[in-house]
């Protein structure tokens, strides 16, 4: 109930428009995210490596409404994937379909998406694209199988929520991609999401083993699962070492500021693992996704309205 209050509340233009103004509101923000520019995201991405945790930066916006706009996106991701490899960061790119424009068809979004990705493997680095509501799956799995015929080092999300995504994965195995999978964190109706936590959570296990099976190893595909669920991860390392997997066989990834003795844990038993920073100034709607995922995140934000207690120094 609370989660889909929340869900409502990140789509609403009023909250949008409104909400992110309030001080309290912006300092709430600062548990999952350093700060709005690039260079906090890249600061913040420089002391996560220096413990042995590479990243993952994306820039948030979504549903962008004008081509200029689009191209202004891909300008800023061009330039950032220069400043990673300037500043010698191991930081890969995530990007979302519609801030690159895909709402003003797929042809806008292939040729922004397309800049992004040929500027990011001309330094050697990764881009990858994320999924957003079940109405963009076709269009996104349009736009990565024909950007992945040019390039390699290029990844995208599957949903573990959708009824649709055993088919999907399947689909993509053949070509040796990069996916990162994930629970699912938009509002989606039950007769395409599948509506009860443990069902998700199981659905996630099935689609994990499917991708470290030997036939889909075998075509080189980069297997990441992005979740902070440790007791999933932990049946997933169970699993795969019961088979006898190379530990490199797949990646976790987390986001900046939630489960950090998770991540710590990873790093320090040698296993890959990887934290999503996020940045910029469209940081609201993101953020309530955030809270949806853990309404217990709203306490933090309620203890922010409250008057500080006075110091005792
Ligand atoms: C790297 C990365 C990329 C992602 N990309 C996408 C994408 O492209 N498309 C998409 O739909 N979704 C994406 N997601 C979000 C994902 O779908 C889930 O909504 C999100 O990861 C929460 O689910 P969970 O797997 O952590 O499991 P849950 O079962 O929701 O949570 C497991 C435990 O993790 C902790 N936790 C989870 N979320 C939070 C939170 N917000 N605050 C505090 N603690 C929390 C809690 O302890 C919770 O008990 C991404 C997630 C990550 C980590």
Redesign the pocket.
């Known amino acids: 109930m609370l989660r889909s209050t929340l869900l409502r509340i990140s789509e609403n233009e009023w909250c949008n428009g409104k909400l992110p103004r309030y001080g309290v509101v912006k300092r709430a923000v600062r548990r999952f995210m350093p700060g709005e520019t690039l260079d906090d995201a890249l600061d913040a991405a420089e002391r996560m490596e220096r413990n042995g945790i590479p990243t993952?930066i994306t820039c948030l916006g979504e549903n962008v409404a004008d081509e200029a706009e689009a191209n202004a996106v891909a300008d800023h991701y061009v330039a950032a994937a220069g400043t990673v490899a300037a500043r010698g960061l191991d930081a890969e790119l995530?990007v979302k379909p519609t801030h690159l424009g895909l709402d003003l068809g797929i042809a806008v979004a292939e040729r922004t998406i397309r800049r992004v990705t040929e500027a990011a493997e001309a330094m050697g680095n990764w881009v990858w694209l994320?999924?957003?509501y079940s109405r963009y799956v076709d269009p996104t799995l349009e736009l990565y199988r024909s950007i992945r015929a040019d390039h390699t080092k290029f990844g995208i999300?599957l949903?573990a929520y959708l009824y649709r995504t055993p088919a999907d994965l399947e689909s993509l195995i053949p070509l040796g991609p990069g996916i990162?999978l994930?629970?699912?964190?938009?509002a989606e109706p039950p007769d395409v999401a599948i509506p009860e936590?443990p069902a998700v959570?199981q659905a996630f296990f099935d689609l994990a083993v499917r991708m470290l099976a030997d036939d889909a190893q075998q075509t080189g595909m980069r297997a990441g699962f992005?979740?902070?669920?440790a007791a999933l991860i932990r049946r997933i390392e169970a699993w795969a070492l019961g088979k006898g997997l190379d530990p490199g066989a797949y990646e976790c990834?987390?986001?900046y500021g939630?489960?950090q003795e998770e991540q710590k844990r990873l790093a320090r038993q040698d296993k890959l693992v990887r934290v999503?920073i996020s940045y910029g100034e469209h940081w609201f709607p993101w953020y309530v996704?955030?809270?949806a995922?853990?309404p217990a995140?709203l306490g933090f934000v309620l203890r922010s309205f409250l008057p500080r207690r006075p110091s005792r120094d």
């Open positions: 993952l995530s994320d999924m957003e999300c949903q990162r994930v629970k699912g964190a938009y936590k959570d992005a979740t902070h669920d990834q987390m986001l939630i489960a999503l996704r955030r809270l995922e853990r995140n």
